[in-house]
């Protein structure tokens, strides 16, 4: 089955497939894209929100924080205005730290970074003389606000005192500053976690990076620097960062924002798959929807393409069937229009298919017919013409044995006898050439449903009075060209075979009807002449043309009458055919071509010879060249001749005739030719003749016109045709008349 | 053909709408250092020299293609964290570990490193207990046996000739035989040693005490073993004093936190730096540029140390081989530092004295 080329069915699953899937996956990734962008957008958004909302409550702590600074200056300072005595204020930055919920150590620096007192925690305060007295002038954050005279906050940074990283508040005052320590541990709490807004999160780093505060507001266990995130480079700058990080191995989206006050950054952020869990949602749903829709899409393609391509199975093993002969197929109704159509088409197709093939066979088998009639006119036509040669010379040559025994002879009722004898055997010979065309007809034209009546009153008398005749004309006139005689022994020939196939009566029918064709010129004139006969068997059926054929008693029929008719019809250009069933009758159809009505009426042809009776015959002595193949013909024709006083001049085929003429040319004074000749047939002879002497007449003979001569390209004024077989005396009349007018 | 093509598309696509977008398989080393309490300076800028490496190496694509991913884990100064610490960054998948950063955790740590067959890098490791052990615990920093000895012989070089001992008892791996071993040297040069003072600094020791007691031993100088922060206040304290004492030390107090802490009373402080700030200019840029900060010895430690493993790693990355690895090459070139293993994956490298002046380092011998 296999013959390389794509099948339909896979096509049809592919294409299908991918018209499924193609824009479900297009769109499902669109989505996902877009659904993606829209959350990261919207938690990066949320995230600068929080983080902001968070920034603003760490600057109001920080505030809180330094406004105790502040107010710690303010005592400082009043003590020294009222002259305090040593070691009140000392005291003072003792408790302010030991009271503190924030600062752990409070130094209280001079000018030069020297440390004039400090607070210290509980744990250490015996350890406060440690501290008195150390230079803290190295401290960048001391440097930085000496430099910058006003109040900052420090970045992350070890505790001299405890070791433990810290950020330290430090502020101008008076001539020196206060330097406030806090560590890490008790600014836990400064952010609040955000554990329960929408599952975020928050980090305090200093302005180098390092987180100060974790997620849970506590100091991380170890350090961690986050200076590496883009989002706290961007930060770093002054701008708002925001994007993907890893934190604690967990992908995150965050956004950090920079307080302006101390540097420090929160970065606001929650898990990533958190935060795009309705994506991962979306994905599995969509996973799960291209599946259902691939398994959807399978099932589907499979039914439609079952569904076409299981009736192009069908129609290929239907369409093979009719390849087999067998044209009439019934198709199951289809489930798509085009496929129904396609069905239509191969039932109309098989139908056709099996007309133009019934069509083929009667063409076929007319064709035989045909072949067949035409092998039997050229044997009746061969034997005919020899009979009429031979009949001319029974004819002739019993005339002559009449004038020569003289009248009263016994011999004479005999010889009566022979010639009517060859009138007879002349007549059978005649309807020989009529079948086997070789007759030449005189074609006129004649208007059918005017001309049928006036035969049928002469038909009427030959079927006999138990037959009833019945005419149905056409609706508008029948013109068709043919000759009179031969039309009415058609009408004749079927006119008796009805009789005889209808002995107990009967009704004989002749209708006409026009068959149209597009072509005007090929439309038609069908005469059907049906009779309620006994019909005929499909054996006799299929011979009824052939000449001899008869199922007449012997002696009752010559076989002729149909064949004659067939020959009739041939040579009218038209055609006949028969149908006939046994019991059922038989109705015969002839077709003719249909011709314009030549003017205003049919006109009669003229007499084709429009030969005039002889006056009287020529007294002169003339030679007349002769030339017949047949000798017979040549010997009566020579007898004929010099009975009448002529000089004839014999020759026995067209080559010794034209050697004749050459050597007598000018002392001929008629010639007789016979048409049918070796050598040079009698036409070629004359138009030689013609050439030497236009004048000549010449009379031709021939027992039937063939291809060899054409009666209209005659001159009537130097030619004439005489027809075998002729009496003596027709030929004696036909010489002198043409001597005496030259023609 | 066709359906072929079609179902790689199909295929193509969803494996694109299944696959997550998460980083691709990291070769993780950690970092074990101290970011608690009073010794943490020294980790603080050692983890900035380790994620240095790190960040160099992943700009310079990796490790076979690999992202190397930094782990941090805090020791607290003790042993039982530092193990903890080791084992948290073993089962979070580290293939190696930089650290620990003081003595006193690294004998633990380099006992269950090699138990665990995990390779540790002490960055600034001196302990004489570690030396010539066949074990896991490789270290780029010269044992102090040799660098106190040195330091012995600048001090008795500046003409000093009776030195008293002060050192930390809590970080006693290091300081005692880095104590001893001056001790001697200074002795074989002919130098007075008095008896040495030392202390806890985890019990919150007097500072302006331990001053007053060390001034009263009437010696020249003076020879700590504390970290930077005790030695800060240390240093404070003795200026207080108005000492004249020459104050000496070694690597440990000296890293950049001590000049800030210990203010103007550092001035005239000798110590061993194993660091050549003239030699590493470049590298010392780099730092400055990515910390804002003047890297000291322990960031340059660390930043050698993670190297070292990444460019074993980056022969094999299996942490199965590393050991051999560091043994079978040996020889590391680290920007313009030479790490050269001897079999016990120790080394003896070049150490520098310096002085402080107006509180920055200056060569006790500048070149001529």
């Known amino acids: 089955m296999s013959s390389g080329l794509p099948s339909i069915r896979r096509e049809l699953l592919i294409r299908l497939l991918t018209t499924a899937l193609v824009p479900l996956l297009i769109v499902g990734a669109l989505s996902l894209a877009l659904w993606s962008h829209y959350l990261r957008s919207n938690a990066l958004e949320d995230g600068e929100h929080l983080a902001l909302n968070v920034a603003a409550e760490l600057q109001g702590r920080l505030l809180a924080a330094e406004t105790t600074v502040v107010s710690l200056s303010q005592i400082l300072e009043r003590f020294e205005k009222e002259g305090a005595p040593a070691g009140a204020s000392d005291s003072v930055l003792g408790f302010a730290t030991q009271d503190s919920p924030l600062f752990e150590t409070i130094y209280r620096v001079n000018a030069e970074g020297i440390v004039m007192g400090i607070g210290l925690p509980r744990l250490l305060a015996q350890r406060q003389e440690d501290y008195v007295g150390i230079d803290l002038s190295r401290l960048p954050i001391f440097q930085r606000v000496k430099f910058e005279g006003r109040a900052l906050w420090s970045d992350s940074h070890l505790s001299l005192t405890t070791g433990q990283p810290s950020l330290t508040y430090c502020m101008p005052f008076r001539n020196g500053f206060l330097v406030a320590s806090t560590t890490l541990n008790r600014v836990e709490g400064l952010t609040t976690p955000l554990d329960d807004v929408d599952e975020y999160k928050t980090l305090l780093l200093d302005s180098k990076g390092v987180v100060l505060l974790g997620t849970d507001g506590k100091r991380p266990s170890r350090i961690l620097k986050l200076d590496h995130l883009e989002l706290v480079k961007n930060a770093l700058r002054g701008e708002t960062g925001s994007g993907s990080f890893q934190w604690q191995d967990e992908a995150c989206l965050g956004t950090c924002v920079a307080l302006p006050q101390t540097g420090w950054l929160i970065i606001a952020f929650a898990k990533t798959d958190v935060v795009l869990r309705t994506l991962s949602w979306m994905i599995g749903l969509s996973v799960v929807g291209i599946v259902l829709g691939m398994a959807l899409a399978v099932v589907l393609s499979l039914v439609v393409s079952n569904r076409i391509a299981q009736p192009l199975a069908v129609f290929s093993a239907k369409t093979r069937e009719i390849a087999e002969g067998n044209y009439v197929i019934p198709f199951d109704a289809q489930p798509y229009s085009e496929l129904d159509q396609m069905a239509g088409a191969l039932r109309q197709m098989g139908l056709a298919i099996q007309e133009r093939e019934q069509r083929q066979q009667a063409i076929e088998a007319e064709l035989r017919q045909s072949q067949k009639m035409e092998a039997m006119g050229k044997l009746v036509g061969g034997i005919a013409h020899d009979f009429n040669n031979m009949l001319q010379g029974i004819r002739g040559f019993t005339e002559l044995a009449k004038i020569e025994v003289g009248d009263g002879h016994a011999a004479q009722d005999s010889l009566d006898e022979t010639l009517s004898a060859c009138s007879r055997a002349t007549e059978l010979v005649q309807q020989l050439l009529i079948f086997s065309r070789k007759d030449k007809p005189s074609p006129t034209h004649l208007e059918l449903n005017t001309f049928l009546p006036s035969s049928l009153k002469m038909l009427r008398r030959v079927v006999g009075e138990q037959i009833t005749i019945e005419f149905t004309p056409s609706e508008k006139p029948a013109w068709i060209l043919i000759d009179r005689v031969q039309i009415e022994q058609v009408f004749m020939n079927l006119s008796v075979n009805a009789s005889d196939a209808m002995p107990k009566g009967g009704r004989l029918h002749f209708s006409l009807v026009h068959l149209e064709a597009d072509d005007p010129a090929r439309s038609r004139v069908e005469l059907s002449v049906s009779d309620t006969g006994h019909g005929m068997r499909p054996e006799v059926l299929a011979r009824i043309f052939d000449p001899f054929f008869t199922t007449k008693d012997v002696g009752k029929g010559t076989g002729l009458g149909l064949a004659t008719v067939y020959g009739i019809m041939q040579q009218c250009g038209g055609s006949i055919r028969v149908e006939s069933e046994p019991g059922k009758g038989t109705v015969f159809h002839l077709s003719f071509p249909r011709v314009a009505a030549p003017g205003d009426a049919t006109v009669a042809p003229a007499d084709a010879t429009g030969t005039k009776p002889s006056v009287g015959a020529a007294e002169d002595v003339r030679t007349v060249l002769v030339a017949e193949d047949d000798a017979v013909l040549r010997q009566l024709i020579n007898g004929v001749l010099k009975a009448e006083g002529y000089v004839p001049l014999l020759a026995e085929n067209g080559l010794r005739a034209v050697e004749l003429f050459e050597l007598n040319a000018d002392c001929i004074s008629l010639v007789i030719l016979d048409v049918v000749m070796p050598g040079r047939n009698g036409a070629e002879v004359a138009e030689h003749l013609w050439r030497r002497r236009p004048e000549l007449p010449i009379l031709f003979i021939s027992g039937y016109f063939t291809d060899y001569l054409d009666p209209s390209l005659i001159p009537p004024e130097k030619g004439r045709i005489l027809r075998k077989p002729y009496g003596q005396q027709q030929l004696v009349a036909v010489l002198r008349e043409m001597l005496a007018t030259g023609r | ?368």
């Open chain 2, 1 to 368: 053909m066709q359906r072929r093509v079609l179902i790689h598309l199909l295929v193509g696509l969803l494996l694109f709408l299944v696959s997550s977008c998460g980083d691709g398989p990291s070769l993780r080393i950690g970092f074990l250092g101290t970011f608690t309490g009073r010794f943490s300076d020294l980790s603080m800028s050692g983890h900035n020299g380790a994620i240095l490496a790190v960040e160099e190496c992943n700009k310079a694509g990796g490790i076979q293609g690999r992202t190397v991913e930094l782990l941090e884990e805090d020791d607290r100064a003790d042993e039982a964290s530092a193990l903890a610490g080791l084992r948290s960054l073993e089962s979070r998948g580290c293939v190696a570990v930089v650290g620990p950063m003081i003595s006193k955790t690294a004998l633990p740590v380099a006992a269950e490193a090699t138990r665990l067959n995990l390779v540790v890098v002490g960055p600034t490791i001196s302990t004489n207990q570690l030396t010539g052990i066949d074990d896991s615990f490789f270290r780029v920093y010269t044992p102090s046996e040799y660098t106190s000895r040195q330091l012995a012989r600048e001090v008795h070089a500046l003409g000093m000739r009776r030195v008293i001992g002060l050192y930390d008892l809590t970080n006693r791996a290091h300081t005692e035989g880095a104590y001893f071993a001056f001790r001697d040297e200074f002795l074989k040069l002919g130098g007075e040693v008095l008896p040495p003072i030392t202390f806890a600094a985890n019990e919150q020791p007097s500072f302006t005490s331990l001053a007053h007691r060390v001034v009263d031993q009437g010696a020249d100088s003076v020879f700590v073993l504390m970290s930077t922060m005790d030695t800060a206040l240390f240093s404070q304290c003795l200026w207080k004093l108005r000492s004249k004492l020459l104050l000496c030390c070694s690597d440990w107090s000296g890293t950049g936190d001590l000049a800030e802490f210990a203010g103007r009373s550092i001035d005239g402080l000798v110590f061993l730096h194993s660091m050549d700030p003239q030699a590493n200019r470049a590298w010392v840029a780099n730092y400055r540029k990515r910390f804002g900060k003047t890297p000291d010895f322990a960031a340059l430690r660390c930043y050698e140390a993670a190297w070292v493993l990444l460019q074993a790693l980056a022969k094999d990355p299996a942490r199965a081989t590393l050991r051999t690895q560091l043994l079978g090459l040996r020889s590391f070139q680290v920007g313009e530092s030479l790490i050269e293993f001897d079999a016990f994956g120790d080394v003896v490298r070049a150490h520098h004295p310096y002085r402080f002046v107006a509180g920055k380092m200056e060569p006790l011998h500048p070149n001529p």
